[in-house]
């Protein structure tokens, strides 16, 4: 097949089409986007991992003594908001999910590129919001923005990190809204529902929930906005509202928004286990219908957050219930990620290391989600550091061990260049035993009583030796994950460049080189073949790069 | 036994060990369910490391697996479910004849004001042995009243009650914290809960001289002019309150609820909500005009009418109150 | 190594200068649209949904006072700007219609309708949040409310009950948090409407492509049927009394 040059001589790719910053700022090349979100998420990850040390810094004595009450209060608030508005929720479907999903199903780009560009400019805006906020003073609500405190007693920059909020939402509703379009529509001949690998049908049930949540979430924090504003008595007892009413609204998106979170990390796992297992997903379609199952019941439970609300305890035993529900289908991914390994020729390359993570402490965190749903221990340990555990193992161990994995699995394809594998290793273990240092001491933390949010504990002195047992595990962590930002980048410079299929892996993204050129395909492809088709793929992995 | 564990939290009331049973069998549950899974990752990612001569075996799926192993983790979840259910249902309903005592929290602390009239800052008394219900609301922004050492919390709102119950089995002094994020000194919205033996108590309690809650409340009900419309006969312009407590109430919109602390409250500080079939709709608001602390004074005073044990204490007080 | 190479289809050569790259034929790029269109309304209905949710909840709560407040809004603007509304739908699929069968000046014509319709309820719209602001009926501190429930009006002076005025604060700020979103996506359908029509009288629609005016037409009718939603749930509560 003819391939494309440029000036110099090379191939054309989307790297070097064009040069300067306008080719980059106004592309509609969904490769390009991917990349210009990279930066952005990278950004914020930095500066929510930053709060979040000075969090765990505060928390190594008891009394309050390294920053002031209002002044932590801020910190886990905009810890809180960062992460997961500002990286946790665009971070694997805009970036991996941008670069892939028009690749893996044969397309050219996305079905709307212009809208692509614009979720992006619509992040940035939210991201120049938060900034703002952060540099103003910071905001103070609590990532959750619970009212009436919100809306009546806090004197911080609430409205603009609502703002902040809101514009976010709309780019990540624009992104789903994309996403659903190209997967519906823009499938090459051949490339049926049934063909699809796990990683698109984890961005199409994703798309789903950002689709239909976001919007929610969305009104409930203008009409925090306009309370402020106006004095308005929506969500004020003394003027006839009701608090809990916000609470219902926030969580009726924020609830599926931890979907939205782990749903393509999944889809990552998927992709990283059937590779370096050299064999197709155990339960292809049950894998499929569990991420359409979890993200339809995952839109059911979302008063499980009110046990102790004051919600009335016929409606906090269907919320429960229905939990338990949702659970399913993630224990049956779990199941059938080990039944893949199984029979299966495995080795260890960063990317699988990364996926082993993912399923041990997704384990972890979602057995602890089970403690969470029963409502007899939620009542002691809702509001304690126990929850916070749980998330953390969830998107921390989860969603980001998913996101490094998929990363260095598809950073030879989206760069060109291969990373330095035994600094990958190293760094997936380092995050690993610096993760479990940080977050396994919080449920121990949490069930004896130590409640979340809290700047000082000197009256429960008893609490330090697990907190300073988990400051030094953040500390580890932390090196953990500048590693790869310092390796990726000397890669992109001194790596040894990348061919095209360097796992031998299946899926149409293999078959194009690395990087790729700016329209993917020069040709229409015709699929003929089923999704991991390591049956016909007879090499294995290479070993050494 | 437990005890021994380290770092396990102190029990001190009946709630604790039931949720300390609950959470052992969920601990041990998930803890082979984590072994499970671990082993056999662990195992297969050796057993079948990769090796010149033996290729992986494509292995579609199994519909007898899948099915087998989402039903049974399902019922395992329906017995954490049911479990669960029960013992919250407990937690939420508290038994007759509880002592009783107010809560009114603020940024940032708790007020306390037992039925015999002793008030107490951050630091709430009660005897060992003794089934108590606290009532509480909030002045400002939402909080939590937590005590781990009851395994016990409830969110206190503004603008109503919500209601918490505890039976003490240990004397000893144990942490109260706030356990929903309320602004600057969150972390300083804490206290204690004392429980004594019946005997400290009486002691502690016996050196007050306060007014009982319901007297204080008995006599606002005759400043605030409540007592003109609401008599005892079947002659005042609202209806007669004496054995209202705890009653269904028929409105005249047709519904039909029982009388609990909310109704009440909401009477006072909202009369035109829900009005009592064969009844004008004349009661005048008193939002603005009266404190919470006030506010709970009316409620425990018209709670005791009626009541067996009304008379000067006003009943549910917890020398009273059957172990 | 890998194959590098798929099997190919051959795509369609098209020299239509409508159809974007990315796309395989115009019908694909046709149904994209569509299916785009029809999310972002879904989308929509989930936002306004938030706000419907806090009206029905506090309608239930303080009917009474929502009836009075109510009643403190024109039946008859409203029932005017519905009218309009439920033209202005006529006027954009007469404009679809007219794209479809190539005839540009028609098309002009009902997307100029459309606008002008937009903007008559636009301006009744104003005048009535104007009339609201004289009445102290604009929650904030300015507010002021001293107005009957429903019914009151038979009964004797000293009987007479008055609605809460902050049940009836709560009311107008639902009110003007629904209507003014509902007016800001009109606004924003004038616009997309002023940019059709100025592309059209360019002559950029035509029967083989006029899928902008195919899909802002949808966008009209949702936004259209969020009044026919918000005209009875707030204009005409209790009126029986």
């Given at each position: 097949m003819a391939t494309a040059v440029v000036e110099t001589g090379e191939r054309e790719t989307y790297l070097n089409r064009e040069y300067g910053i306008k080719s980059w700022l106004l592309t509609v090349d969904h490769k390009r986007i991917a990349l210009l979100y990279l930066i952005g998420i990278t950004f914020f990850f930095f500066v929510g991992g930053f709060f979040a040390l000075l969090v765990r810094l505060e928390l190594l004595?008891?009394?309050?003594?390294?920053?002031q009450a209002d002044t932590y209060n801020k910190l886990f608030t905009m810890h809180g908001q960062v992460m997961v508005?500002?990286?946790?929720?665009?971070a694997i479907p805009a970036v991996l999910g941008n670069f892939l999903i028009p690749i893996m199903i044969g397309?050219?780009?996305?079905?709307?590129p212009r809208i692509n560009l614009l979720s992006w400019y619509l992040y940035i805006i939210g991201g120049c919001l938060m900034a703002y906020t952060i540099l103003a003073g910071g905001v103070d609500t609590?990532?959750?923005?619970?009212t009436p405190l919100s809306t009546e007693f806090l004197k911080t920059n609430v409205i603009t990190a609502a703002l902040a909020v809101f514009v976010s939402g709309f780019s990540s509703i624009f992104t789903g809204l994309n996403f659903i379009v190209t997967i519906h529509?823009?499938?090459?001949?051949?490339?049926t529902w049934n063909r699809l690998p796990l990683f698109v049908w984890a961005h199409y049930a994703t798309s789903i929930i950002q689709v239909l949540g976001t919007p929610v979430v969305a009104i409930a924090i203008v009409l925090v906005a306009l309370e402020r504003l106006?004095?308005?008595?929506?969500?004020n007892p003394a003027l006839g509202g009701d608090p809990l009413l916000f609470q219902h609204l926030f969580w009726f998106y924020s609830h599926p928004a931890v979907y939205i979170m782990i749903l393509p990390g999944m889809g990552i796992v998927s992709e990283i286990v059937c590779c370096f297992s050299r064999k197709r997903v155990f339960g292809y379609q049950a894998m499929a219908m569990a991420v359409l199952g979890i993200a339809v019941v995952g839109?059911?439970?979302?008063?499980h957050h009110m046990?102790?609300?004051?919600?009335s305890v016929y409606a906090a035993l269907i919320f429960s219930l229905l939990s338990y529900f949702v659970a399913v289908p993630s224990a049956i991914k779990v199941f059938n990620w080990t039944a893949t390994m199984y029979k299966g020729s495995i080795t260890y390359q960063t990317p699988m290391i990364y996926a082993f993570g993912f399923i041990g402490l997704f384990t972890i965190g979602g057995l602890t989600g089970l403690f969470l749903a029963c409502l007899g221990v939620d009542v002691h340990?809702?509001?304690?550091?126990f929850v916070v555990a749980h998330f953390h193992y969830i998107m921390v161990g989860g969603t980001i061990m998913a996101y490094m994995g998929g990363m260095h699995f598809w950073w030879p394809k989206i760069s060109g260049k291969l990373y330095p594998e035994f600094w990958g290793k190293l760094s997936a273990m380092i995050v690993f035993i610096g993760f479990n240092l940080t977050f396994f001491p919080q449920f121990i933390l949490g069930y004896m009583g130590?409640?979340?949010?809290?700047?000082?504990?000197s009256k429960a002195p008893e609490f330090q030796i697990l907190n300073v047992l988990s400051t030094a595990g953040a500390s580890v962590l932390a090196v953990g994950y500048l590693m790869p930002m310092i390796y990726f980048l000397w890669s992109m410079r001194y790596g040894k460049p990348a061919p095209d299929n360097p796992w031998n892996a299946?899926?149409?993204?293999?078959?194009?080189?690395?990087?790729?050129?700016?329209?993917?395909?020069?040709e229409q492809p015709v699929v003929t073949w089923e999704a991991y088709n390591y049956d016909e793929i007879k090499e294995e992995v290479p070993v050494a790069q | 036994m437990l005890e021994n564990i380290p770092f396990w939290p102190t029990r001190a009331s009946t709630t604790a060990n039931n949720v300390d049973a609950l959470f052992i069998f969920l601990v041990v549950v998930s803890a082979l369910m984590t072994m499970l899974i671990f082993t056999m990752v662990i195992y297969f990612a050796v057993r079948y490391r990769r090796r010149a001569g033996r290729p992986a075996e494509q292995i579609a799926g199994s519909h007898a697996l899948e099915i087998t192993w989402s039903i049974i983790p399902f019922c395992v979840f329906m017995v954490f479910f049911g479990w669960g259910a029960i013992i919250y249902f407990q937690e939420r309903t508290p038994p007759k004849n509880s002592a009783e005592v107010y809560i009114v929290a603020k940024q940032w602390m708790w007020k306390f004001e037992h039925m015999e009239g002793q008030r107490e800052i951050n630091e709430l008394h009660v005897p060992v042995g003794r089934d108590v219900k606290v009532i509480m609301t909030s002045q400002d922004v939402i909080h939590s009243f937590f005590v781990p050492a009851f395994r016990i919390k409830q969110d206190v709102l503004p603008g109503r009650y919500t209601v918490a119950w505890f039976h003490a089995t240990k004397p000893g002094t144990y942490h109260l914290f706030c356990?929903?994020?309320?602004?600057?000194l969150h972390s300083g919205m804490i206290g204690w809960v004392v429980v004594m033996e019946p005997k400290d108590y009486e002691a502690w309690m016996g050196g007050g001289g306060n007014q009982p809650l319901a007297v204080t409340g008995e006599k606002l009900f005759t400043e605030l002019g409540c007592v003109t419309c609401h008599r005892?006969?079947?002659?005042?312009?609202?209806?007669?309150?004496?054995?209202?407590?705890?009653k269904p109430v028929m409105l005249e919109d047709g519904r039909t609820l029982v009388a609990d602390e909310n109704y009440i409250r909401e009477s006072i500080?909202?009369?035109?909500a829900k009005i009592v079939k064969g009844?004008?709709?004349?009661m005048p608001t008193f939002q603005g005009q009266i404190s919470d602390e006030q506010l709970n004074a009316l409620v425990a005073y018209v709670k005791s009418?009626?009541?067996?044990?009304?008379?000067?204490?006003?009943?549910?007080n917890m020398a009273a109150a059957t172990p | 190594m890998h194959n590098s190479s798929v099997a190919t289809a051959n795509h369609e050569v098209h020299?239509?200068?409508?159809?974007?790259?990315?796309?395989?034929?115009a019908e694909q790029q046709k149904d994209a649209a569509s299916l785009g269109m029809w999310l972002f309304l879904v989308t929509e209905v989930m936002f306004f949904g938030g706000m419907f949710c806090a009206y029905l909840v506090y309608r239930y709560k303080y009917f009474g006072d929502f009836g009075s407040a109510s009643q403190q809004l024109s039946i008859k603007l409203g029932a005017i700007n519905t009218a309009v509304l439920i033209c202005s739908s006529l006027t954009v699929v007469l404009a679809v219609r007219a794209a479809q069968l190539g005839k540009r000046t028609v098309l002009v014509f009902w997307l100029l309708a459309t606008i002008v319709l937009g903007l008559v309820f636009l301006g009744i719209k104003a005048d009535e949040y104007a009339e609201k602001f004289e009445k102290h009926?604009?929650?904030?501190?300015s507010f002021h409310y001293h107005e009957l429930l429903p019914?009151?009006?038979?009964?004797p002076p000293a009987d007479r009950r008055y609605a809460n005025p902050s049940h009836a604060e709560m009311y107008f700020s639902l009110y003007f948090a629904m209507t003014g979103m509902h007016a800001l996506h009109m606004i924003i359908g004038v616009g997309l409407f002023s940019f059709l029509t100025y592309f059209a009288w360019r002559g950029k629609y035509t029967p083989g492509y006029y899928t902008p005016i195919e899909n802002a037409g949808l966008y009209w009718h949702f936004v259209d049927i969020v009044w026919i939603y918000l005209f009875p749930l707030l204009y005409l509560i209790d009126r029986h009394r």
């Open positions: 004595t008891p009394a309050g003594d390294l920053v508005f500002f990286f946790l929720i665009p397309a050219k780009d996305l079905a709307f609590g990532w959750t923005f619970y529509r823009m499938r090459a001949p051949g490339m106006f004095h308005l008595g929506i969500f839109f059911l439970v979302w008063a046990f102790v609300a004051g919600i340990v809702t509001d304690t550091y130590m409640p979340r949010r809290y700047w000082d504990y299946a899926g149409l993204e293999w078959m194009i080189p690395s990087p790729p050129s700016t329209f993917n395909f020069d | 356990a929903e994020y309320c602004g600057t005892s006969d079947t002659q005042g312009r609202g209806p007669n309150l004496v054995g209202v407590y705890g500080v909202d009369p035109g009844f004008k709709p004349v009418l009626g009541q067996p044990q009304s008379s000067q204490t006003g009943g549910k | 020299d239509n200068p409508a159809l974007l790259h990315h796309f395989a034929t009926h604009v929650p904030g501190p019914g009151q009006a038979g009964l």
